[in-house]
């Protein structure tokens, strides 16, 4: 399993997992629904949180993540 580098708000490394299975109730104009397969991380240094698909971070494209 993969895991993000650095945090996409503040580019820093210091990145920990939050929730590892999480299922977010999405409510737009044309979608009312449920999304799920996404992971939780939270920037230790700035509290920032952000999403990753767990697809994302199954080794199928490992230089997606290192770039
Ligand atoms: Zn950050």
Do not use: W
Not at 4 to 20: A, D, K, M, T, W
């Amino acid at each position: 399993m993969l895991q993000p580098l650095r945090c996409p708000v503040c580019g820093r490394s210091s990145i920990e997992p939050v929730l590892q299975k999480i299922t977010v109730q999405a409510h737009s104009a044309d979608f009312h629904g449920e999304i799920g397969g996404l992971r939780m991380y939270r920037c230790t240094e700035l509290g920032h949180i952000f999403f990753v698909r767990k697809a994302d971070l199954e080794d199928e494209n490992p230089q997606t993540m290192a770039s």
